[in-house]
């Protein structure tokens, strides 16, 4: 049965289809594995982010200071391994850091009351700050770990490889989509999107909640850091900039409501599948030029936008309707 | 106006940050005047501080709409790259000017459009020119950055009047036309009015949509204004580089200031002077010879702090405390 | 009264900001009771409710669950010892589904994940019972309010199962859903709960409750079986005197004139909000407007002001057709109106008692055009002293003001535009007795200073005293129009049970 709330995530999973399809038809060379395969490597860094930012924004948050969590744990990282630490430590080091300092925005969040958009603000100029503090240049990366987790693959047919980028990032969503529906947590996180005052009045941890929450999206904008050390091979401190509009942009895109509540982690992969189709499609054409990307996200966000204020409407008026009918 | 008292957090936060540079760099409140214009690092503060107070002044009427433009900092880059690709061109100023304040507007009233009449919130309609905003430049500029030559429009940026550089002219100016604009009419306690309760507002006829929209088109317009001076400053347009997280600065002015981001209560001197604690703080560091990775890390102290003061958690407690010691002898 | 007692406190206190809300509250609940609990707005009903669930904490007193000493520090605290609540606005979340409001933080789990098919079928075992048949999977914004309250109150009972607390659950029902919910109150009573139920509908407390007790500026004014108890001496606990005179008889002055209308509407009306009507309104009259909520009494009132627009019928004001679309078109006609909701809809909180006055004048004025300081001055100063409103303070933000000065202050706002037609949705509604008096005098006063009035108002005591014609609603219909001696309270009652189709 398909519901009113499902519509945005059919939306976005409709457009991509066709988005493919037309791009097939003009390029019958961008239907296969291999294409498919750099799709998902070259936006694994994203789409792990994405995955964080779709539980804060469902809680009817923001993260902002997500692209800054990556730089910082990326140079952080390089900077670990050029010290000499093995890598394998480095990534659980620059994991715990980087969910330490979510969770503290979260606690931030909640015990000053404050909005979510100011505290992650801060958020994102302390970790940039600390990512400069670390090292201003970019920091190469060369160990035999790292190429041995470069090298990981599973063979796809036709030459396509699905990275260990991409598998790390299908992980996230697995575990995202569990998270969000087959978890006490994701249900409070769902919870606190609709209504935060009713549902702490539904006994819902708000504290605990938060923290949690925030404490998520720091892990998975770590994990996002390392994802991108492993693509990039190097720290790099100005890295990232703006990811965290490009993490937004792909969960509103995959049709989870800005205002929190509503929304699938599904929903976020496709999002990212269709701002890394755009990029494809433009490296096909070869005469367009990148920033098109941006104005084409523009207007699918207001696309989106614009379609769920009108479902919202739609199901406001036939709310109205059916108590106007008596119930 | 007459309501200095309540600048004093401000004005003495300000003021302290000015004293602690002024004790590492003795130098920083020495001015000077060379070739008829006037130089220091006070001077300097006053000229680098032009984009985020003229973003802070419409970003003030915004926000205290309940609202908020994430898009300003795009729209400098698109009001930049108009102008430098219209100077480049050989166009007179005057028609530069024009245009790009007319672009400014017309980026301004799209975002009040989605917010008043399709009323999608602030936060999400502005952030679609944020994101597509840098594309719609490079649209623009080509995709290269943009150079020119022309003193004409320079002087925007470099030039002096009577000795005072004109971009701190164009803040103040603005700043006073602005405000003038908001306190002389009813504008602004209408705003006020929308911003603490748009729905009764509207019940006693306030046109709070009309309002909202104008609140954005005057931050389009503030935002054409910053993204010519910057072009004029370096005689050139940068289209990803162009205000890029200014917006973020302009909001942090605000706040300083003062004005709530529930809405409500604004005052535009506040949110000036909170734009130049943040240029300060900037051009302090520069100076203190910190190095300038430091700037973010004493931003993000500085926000935390103000936070932890302005939070209703924060405030509830002072409150109590207040009460406690207004108890004595008054009636409860 | 205590060895049988279910919940217990004794000798409650509770203050804010120094003020004391709660001066040594007892309360006894027996298991397998309905008990009402009344009082005035400002009373502390509600922060009785909030300590005895856990939402407050108390300052001083005891509180006994079963006998036995228990202190709850949250409302998941309260409900783990068995004291479950419903309140009346905020009571579950529109955008999850029905199951897991159901079970929402108590998810049955398996293998340490959420087991979602034996939540779905526990949901629809668990609403089954209560008579409801509702999709588990479909959010909750899909049903009506009636349906979502009997699921608030499945979730309350099967979450604590001893004590469920009821926060005026009848506001926003009809008829019809009242007796529903009484039916599933009925039957959770023969199953041994204590229920404690808040209403301000005393019909409905004598119908369903057991026993009463009343609250009255945060002090107890006693525990009574309702069966020993005549409504009079109820109303009489409740108000802290004997009925008040002012509502006792019909104002003389309350006759028709028979100038002509100055306001038609002439089949006006809006689909799914209320039918077609014809209304004239005359000067120096009071048209009052009787009904139910949700009878489309405030939708009347909506319709009149322009903020919602008409689908059928048109509008005249002195014989000329108007277009109201807009609160302005309506206030640019001389009509003026204080809504229902004074918080959410009437108050602009962080403004003064001056800005909060002046601004229906300063709209209409339009925003070039500013009232100057001095005028502005004198404005607050006139109202403030014509309607007593206290603290005598225009710099005081209208937030820190007690319900009945915040009222009075929304009634200088359009006194202050000298308007033609007032609309009043609600005038007196939770504000104290004094304020009360003072605001069916000014009405009275303003009628006969010949200003056309429209007033709604669910005390029916009141209407009888200063309409000069009361229009009885019922099914969103204007079924009944009562003139002069007619207008008796037991005629707008029984108008009232008129069903709406059958006018």
């Not at chain 3, 322009?306 to 005249?316: F, H």
Request: aromatic letters at 6%; glycine letters at 10%.
């Amino acid at each position: 049965m398909i519901r009113a709330r499902h519509l945005p995530f059919l939306a976005t999973v409709l457009i991509f289809v066709l988005a493919y399809a037309l791009c097939v038809l003009q390029f019958p060379n961008m239907l296969s594995f291999r294409v498919l395969g750099n799709l998902l490597t070259d936006n694994a860094f994203l789409g792990i982010a994405a995955v964080g930012m779709t539980f804060v924004i469902l809680s009817g948050g923001i993260d902002l200071s997500m692209g800054s969590v990556i730089a910082f744990t990326s140079v952080l990282v390089a900077v670990l391994v050029r010290a000499g630490v093995h890598p394998a430590l480095a990534f659980a080091l620059a994991l715990m850091v980087s969910t330490g300092f979510g969770a503290l925005m979260g606690l931030t969040i909640h015990a000053l009351k404050m909005p979510a958009f100011v505290v992650t603000l801060a958020g994102m100029f302390l970790a940039r700050g600390a990512a400069f503090l670390l090292s201003t240049d970019s920091v190469p990366i060369s160990h035999d770990f790292i190429k041995l987790l470069k090298g990981l693959f599973i063979r796809l047919p036709d030459k396509g490889k699905l990275s260990f980028l991409a598998i790390l990032m299908l992980l996230a969503f697995v575990i995202g989509v569990i998270l969000a529906h087959r978890t006490r947590f994701g249900a409070n996180v769902y919870a606190i999107g609709g209504s935060e005052q009713s549902a702490e009045l539904m006994g819902v941890p708000l504290r605990k909640t938060m923290v949690q929450l925030y404490a998520f999206s720091g892990f998975m904008a770590g994990l996002a850091g390392l994802a991108y050390t492993l693509y990039t091979s190097a720290g790099y401190s100005l890295a990232t900039v703006g990811v965290e509009l490009d993490a937004i942009a792909a969960v509103v895109v995959g049709g989870t409501l800005l205002t929190g509540g509503s929304g699938l982690v599904l929903g976020t992969l496709f999002g990212v599948l269709i701002q890394g189709l755009i990029q494809t499609y433009i490296v096909f054409d070869g005469t367009l030029s990148s920033w098109w990307t941006k104005i084409v996200i523009g207007l699918l966000l207001f696309a989106f936008i614009v379609l769920q204020r009108l479902i919202l409407l739609v199901s406001e008026r036939r709310a109205a309707i059916r108590s106007a009918a008596g119930g | 106006m007459t309501r200095l008292r309540q600048l004093y957090p401000q004005l003495l936060a300000l003021g302290v940050v000015l004293l602690l540079i002024g004790l590492i760099s003795p130098g920083f409140f020495s001015v000077t005047v060379q070739n008829g214009r006037l130089y220091g690092s006070l001077i300097d503060v006053g000229v680098r501080v032009a984009p985020v107070a003229l973003l802070a002044v419409g970003m003030t009427l915004v926000i205290a709409t309940k609202g908020i433009d994430l898009s300003v900092g795009a729209v400098m880059a698109i009001t930049g790259a108009i102008a430098a690709t219209l100077v480049a061109d050989g166009h007179p100023v005057p028609v530069v000017l024009l245009v790009a304040l007319s672009l400014g507007l017309v980026c301004g009233l799209w975002n009040g459009v989605l917010v008043a009449f399709l009323d999608i919130q602030p936060i999400i309609a502005t952030l679609i020119l944020m994101v597509a905003g840098r594309g719609i430049a490079q649209l623009i500029t080509g995709g290269v950055i943009l150079t020119f030559n022309d003193p004409a429009f320079s002087f925007l940026g470099s030039g002096a009047v009577m000795g005072v550089p004109t971009p701190i002219l164009i803040w103040l100016a603005m700043g006073l036309v602005v405000g003038l604009l908001v306190r002389r009419t009813a504008l602004g306690l209408l705003i006020e009015a929308v911003g603490i309760n748009r729905r009764a507002s509207m019940l006693v006829g306030v046109r709070a949509r009309f309002l909202i929209l104008a609140t954005y088109a005057i931050s389009g317009l503030c935002a054409a204004m910053a993204g010519m001076i910057v072009t004029a400053d370096i005689h050139g347009a940068d289209a990803n580089n162009a205000g890029l997280w200014l917006e973020l600065d302009a909001i942090l002015a605000v706040v300083i200031g003062g004005t709530s981001l529930a809405g409500g209560r604004f005052s535009i001197t506040a949110s000036l002077i909170g734009a130049l604690i943040i240029q300060s703080l900037n051009t302090g560091i520069l100076i203190s010879g910190w190095p300038p990775e430091f700037n973010l890390i004493v931003k993000a102290v500085v926000i935390v702090a103000i936070l932890t003061l302005q939070s209703p958690a924060v405030a509830e407690e002072l409150g109590v405390l207040r009460d406690l010691l207004r108890r004595k002898g008054a009636k409860p | 009264m205590t060895e049988n007692a279910l919940l217990q406190a004794q000798g409650i206190e509770k203050s804010f900001f120094g003020v004391k809300v709660l001066d040594g509250v007892d309360f006894s609940l027996r298991g397998g009771e309905i008990h009402a609990l009344l009082g005035e707005n400002g009373a502390g009903k509600s922060t009785l409710v909030k300590i005895l669930t856990g939402a407050y904490r108390r300052d001083a007193g005891v509180m006994r669950l079963a006998g036995r000493e228990v202190e709850p520090r949250s409302v998941a605290e309260a409900q783990d010892l068995g004291i479950g609540t419903v309140y009346q606005e905020v009571n579950l979340l529109d955008n999850l589904t029905v199951a897991e409001n159901v079970y929402l933080g108590r998810q049955p789990r398996r293998a340490g994940l959420v087991d979602r098919r034996r939540m779905r079928a526990d949901a629809r075992d668990l609403l089954a019972r209560y008579g409801v048949k509702a999709d588990p999977d479909e959010t909750l914004a899909h049903y009506p309010v009636a349906v979502r309250q009997i699921i608030a109150i499945a979730r309350a009972v099967d979450l604590s199962g001893k004590v469920l607390f009821l926060d005026e659950p009848t506001a926003s029902l009809d008829a019809r859903e009242v007796q529903a919910l009484f039916d599933v109150l009925r039957q959770l009573r023969a199953q041994g709960l204590g229920i404690v139920i808040i209403t301000h509908f005393l019909d409905q407390v004598y119908q369903i409750a057991d026993r009463v007790t009343v609250l009255r500026n945060g002090r107890m004014v006693g525990s009574r079986a309702l069966s020993d108890l005549p409504r009079r001496d109820l109303v009489a606990m409740m108000l802290g005197r004997e009925l008040a005179e002012v509502t006792a008889h019909r104002d003389p002055g309350a006759v028709l004139s028979d100038s002509p209308a100055a306001f038609s509407f002439k089949d006006y009306g809006k689909r799914g909000a209320i039918a077609p009507f014809d209304l004239d309104i005359r000067a120096g009259e009071v048209v009052g407007i009787a009904g139910l909520l949700g009878s489309g009494r405030t939708e009347t009132a909506r319709l009149l002001f322009g903020i919602d627009r008409p689908d059928s019928g048109e509008a005249r004001v002195d014989g000329a057709t108007v277009t109201l679309h807009s609160p302005q078109d309506a206030i640019a006609r001389g009509f003026g109106m204080c809504p229902e909701e004074r918080k959410s809809d009437g108050i602009i909180g962080d403004l003064s008692v001056r800005q909060n006055i002046l601004l229906a004048l300063q709209a209409s004025r339009g925003w070039s055009r500013p009232i100057a300081r001095r005028e502005a001055d004198a404005l607050a100063e006139r109202y403030i002293k014509a309607l007593d409103i206290r603290p005598p303070d225009p710099n005081r933000p209208i937030k820190f003001l007690s319900g009945g000065n915040q009222q009075k202050v929304i009634l200088a706002r359009w006194l202050a535009t000298d308007p033609r037609l007032l609309i009043l949705d609600e005038p007196t509604r939770g504000i104290d007795i004094g304020a009360h008096a003072e605001i069916i005098t000014l009405i009275e006063k303003l009628r006969e200073d010949g200003m056309a009035l429209v007033v709604i108002s669910s005390e029916i005591e009141e209407l009888v005293t200063f309409s000069t014609r009361v229009i009885v609603l019922s099914d969103r219909h204007h079924v009944r129009e009562l003139r002069g001696a007619e207008i008796t309270a037991e005629a707008i009652v029984e108008a009232m049970a008129v069903p709406g189709d059958a006018a």
